[in-house]
C-alpha cells in the first residue's frame, strides 16, 4: 500500500471529544446516543456514534485557531446537551464512569464495531473509557515523524494534566488514570515506536496490513500518530478533562509544542532521544500519581516534580505561545496546576459527599454550567 500523507495547514486542529451520556436518576450512563444523533440534524456528521451506544464523540471541523475551536466546541457541546435533555439524559467529562459496569453497555450496531468486538473479545467490551483527541495540521509526512519522535518524551506530560479516571467499576483504583490502563489493553496500544523516517513508519504500517493485524490504520491505537488521510499529528494521550476550559488549555499546549518542535526540525537542531524506558516509566508515574508525582529527566540522571516539568514545557513553548496569540489559553495550564485536574476533583468531591452518584451529578452540572455561562 502507497500510504500518502495528505497535505494540511500547518498547526490547524481538529479536536474530538468522547462524551459519556448519563442517566439523571440513576446517574449511569445511558444507551442513548442514536436517539441524540438523530435530533442533531444541524450538526450532521460532526457528532458521531462510538464503540457503546453511550458514548458520543464530538469532532470540530478544521479550525485555523484556537478562538474558532473555542466558539466551535461551547456553541456545539451546548447544542448536545440540550438534544440530551430531550431524551432525558445529561452528559459529562471523565475518562472513565465511576461505577456503571462495563457489562451492561451495548454495543452501537455497525459492522466495524461488530468485527472489532469479535477480534478483540472481552478487550473490547471493557473498553468503557473516554478521551481527548488532537489533530494538529503538519506539512508533510517526513516532518510529522521528525516532529512525533520529539515530542515523545513529553506525552506523560499531556497525561498528568488530563488524569480524571480515578474510579472503576465503583472502587477507587489508586490511580489517576486508570483508562491509560484499560487503554493499553489493546492490541496496538500504548506508547508509539520512534521511526527513523517516513519510510520506516509506511513499512510497519504496510505489515500490519499484509499480515491482517489491522484493516484500517484506525486500529493503530498509539497514544499519539500519524494521520496521514487529515494530514496531521494525533494526540490520544488525554483522559477526557473535567472541563471544556481544560480542553482548550491542554490543547493550545499541544499545539505551541507541535510548533515548538518543528521549527527546531527546520532548523536542523539536533535531537538526542531520551531512552524509551524512560518515556515509557514516566507515562506510568503520571497515570498513577497525577501531578504529585516526579518524572525521570530527559537524560535519565535524576527526577523532576511534575509541577516543574510541565512549567519547563510552558517556558520552552512560550515565544511560540506569544507569536501565536494562544496565551490566554496556554494560561489555563497553570490554571490546572493550581486547582488540579479532574481525577483530584473526583476524589475529593467523592470524601465529601461519601456517594459517586453524588459526584457524577455535581460533576454534570458544573459542565452544564460552564457551557452555559459561555454561550450567554
Same mark, same amino acid.
Given at each position: 500500500?502507497?500510504?500518502?500523507?495528505?497535505?494540511?495547514?500547518?498547526?490547524?486542529?481538529?479536536?474530538?471529544?468522547?462524551?459519556?451520556?448519563?442517566?439523571?436518576?440513576?446517574?449511569?450512563?445511558?444507551?442513548?446516543?442514536?436517539?441524540?444523533?438523530?435530533?442533531?440534524?444541524?450538526?450532521?456528521?460532526?457528532?458521531?456514534?462510538?464503540?457503546?451506544?453511550?458514548?458520543?464523540?464530538?469532532?470540530?471541523?478544521?479550525?485555523?485557531?484556537?478562538?474558532?475551536?473555542?466558539?466551535?466546541? =461551547?456553541?456545539?457541546?451546548?447544542?448536545?446537551?440540550?438534544?440530551?435533555? !430531550?431524551?432525558?439524559?445529561?452528559?459529562?467529562?471523565?475518562?472513565?464512569?465511576?461505577?456503571?459496569?462495563?457489562?451492561?453497555? #451495548?454495543?452501537?450496531?455497525?459492522?466495524? =464495531?461488530?468485527?472489532?468486538?469479535?477480534?478483540?473479545?472481552?478487550?473490547?467490551?471493557?473498553?468503557?473509557?473516554?478521551?481527548?483527541?488532537?489533530?494538529?495540521?503538519?506539512?508533510?509526512?517526513?516532518?510529522?515523524?521528525?516532529?512525533?519522535? !520529539?515530542?515523545?518524551?513529553?506525552?506523560?506530560?499531556?497525561? &498528568?494534566?488530563?488524569?480524571?479516571?480515578?474510579?472503576?467499576?465503583?472502587?477507587?483504583?489508586?490511580?489517576?488514570?486508570?483508562?491509560?490502563?484499560?487503554?493499553?489493553?489493546?492490541?496496538?496500544?500504548?506508547?508509539?515506536? =520512534?521511526?527513523?523516517?517516513?519510510?520506516?513508519?509506511?513499512?510497519?504500517?504496510?505489515?500490519?496490513?499484509?499480515?491482517?493485524?489491522?484493516?484500517?490504520?484506525?486500529?493503530?491505537?498509539?497514544?499519539? #500518530?500519524?494521520?496521514?488521510?487529515?494530514?496531521?499529528?494525533?494526540?490520544?494521550?488525554?483522559?477526557?478533562?473535567?472541563?471544556?476550559?481544560?480542553?482548550? &488549555?491542554?490543547?493550545?499546549?499541544?499545539? &505551541?509544542?507541535?510548533?515548538?518542535?518543528?521549527?527546531?526540525?527546520?532548523?536542523?537542531?539536533? =535531537?538526542?532521544?531520551?531512552?524509551?524506558?524512560?518515556?515509557?516509566?514516566?507515562?506510568?508515574?503520571?497515570? #498513577?500519581?497525577?501531578?504529585?508525582?516526579?518524572?525521570?529527566?530527559?537524560?535519565?540522571?535524576?527526577?523532576?516534580?511534575? !509541577?516543574?516539568?510541565?512549567?519547563?514545557?510552558?517556558?520552552?513553548?512560550?515565544?511560540?505561545?506569544?507569536?501565536?496569540?494562544?496565551?490566554?489559553?496556554?494560561?489555563?495550564?497553570?490554571?490546572?496546576?493550581?486547582?488540579?485536574?479532574?481525577?483530584?476533583?473526583?476524589?475529593?468531591?467523592?470524601?465529601?459527599?461519601?456517594?459517586?452518584?453524588?459526584?457524577? #451529578?455535581?460533576?454534570?452540572?458544573?459542565?452544564?454550567?460552564?457551557?452555559?455561562?459561555?454561550?450567554?
Amino acid at each position: 500500500m502507497n500510504l500518502e500523507f495528505k497535505p494540511s495547514e500547518p498547526l490547524t486542529l481538529g479536536i474530538e471529544l468522547e462524551i459519556q451520556l448519563i442517566d439523571p436518576v440513576t446517574l449511569e450512563l445511558k444507551h442513548t446516543s442514536t436517539e441524540i444523533i438523530e435530533g442533531l440534524k444541524g450538526i450532521e456528521g460532526t457528532v458521531k456514534h462510538e464503540f457503546f451506544l453511550s458514548n458520543l464523540e464530538l469532532n470540530t471541523p478544521v479550525c485555523k485557531t484556537m478562538e474558532e475551536a473555542e466558539r466551535w466546541v =461551547y456553541e456545539e457541546l451546548g447544542l448536545v446537551m440540550e438534544e440530551a435533555r !430531550r431524551h432525558d439524559t445529561l452528559v459529562w467529562f471523565s475518562g472513565t464512569h465511576p461505577f456503571s459496569p462495563w457489562r451492561e453497555q #451495548r454495543l452501537t450496531d455497525k459492522p466495524r =464495531y461488530r468485527m472489532l468486538a469479535e477480534r478483540l473479545g472481552i478487550v473490547s467490551r471493557r473498553f468503557n473509557i473516554f478521551g481527548l483527541h488532537v489533530h494538529v495540521g503538519i506539512g508533510d509526512g517526513q516532518k510529522c515523524i521528525d516532529v512525533m519522535n !520529539r515530542i515523545l518524551y513529553y506525552l506523560p506530560h499531556l497525561l &498528568a494534566l488530563s488524569v480524571n479516571s480515578p474510579f472503576w467499576e465503583g472502587e477507587l483504583t489508586g490511580l489517576h488514570s486508570y483508562r491509560t490502563k484499560v487503554l493499553e489493553n489493546l492490541p496496538i496500544a500504548g506508547l508509539p515506536f =520512534y521511526f527513523k523516517d517516513w519510510d520506516e513508519y509506511k513499512s510497519v504500517v504496510n505489515t500490519y496490513l499484509v499480515t491482517e493485524t489491522i484493516t484500517t490504520i484506525r486500529e493503530i491505537w498509539w497514544d499519539m #500518530r500519524p494521520h496521514p488521510d487529515f494530514g496531521t499529528l494525533e494526540f490520544r494521550i488525554c483522559d477526557m478533562p473535567l472541563t471544556v476550559k481544560d480542553v482548550l &488549555a491542554i490543547t493550545s499546549l499541544i499545539q &505551541a509544542l507541535v510548533r515548538r518542535t518543528g521549527r527546531d526540525v527546520d532548523s536542523g537542531i539536533p =535531537y538526542r532521544r531520551p531512552h524509551s524506558a524512560i518515556i515509557r516509566e514516566n507515562k506510568w508515574r503520571a497515570a #498513577r500519581y497525577g501531578l504529585d508525582g516526579r518524572f525521570i529527566t530527559a537524560d535519565g540522571k535524576g527526577t523532576v516534580p511534575v !509541577r516543574k516539568a510541565i512549567e519547563e514545557v510552558l517556558s520552552m513553548v512560550e515565544e511560540d505561545v506569544r507569536e501565536m496569540g494562544t496565551k490566554r489559553y496556554v494560561d489555563g495550564v497553570m490554571d490546572i496546576l493550581s486547582t488540579r485536574t479532574g481525577s483530584y476533583i473526583q476524589m475529593e468531591e467523592y470524601e465529601k459527599e461519601g456517594n459517586l452518584k453524588a459526584v457524577v #451529578r455535581k460533576l454534570s452540572q458544573r459542565l452544564k454550567e460552564e457551557v452555559e455561562a459561555w454561550r450567554k
